[in-house]
């Protein structure tokens, strides 16, 4: 992460990265149970949140 990055956008940026990568795999589909975030303390949860909107997590 670049000094100055903004933490939440560098975050989303990751999990959407992942999620994206699971529905290519076929890991998760239409029907499953969306997909379990787990942030660390001090992370804008609500922030993350809003930013993942339309993504099955």
Not at 11 to 17: G, K, S
Not at 31 to 55: F, N, S, W
Request: aromatic fraction near 4%; charged fraction near 20%.
């Amino acid at each position: 992460m670049a000094p100055g990055a903004d933490v939440a956008t560098v975050t989303t940026a990751q999990i959407r990265d992942v999620t994206e990568r699971l529905v290519t795999a076929g890991q998760w589909r239409d029907g499953d149970p969306e997909i379990l975030v787990v942030l660390d303390a001090g992370y804008d949860a609500p922030r993350i949140a809003h930013l993942l909107a339309g993504l099955p997590v």
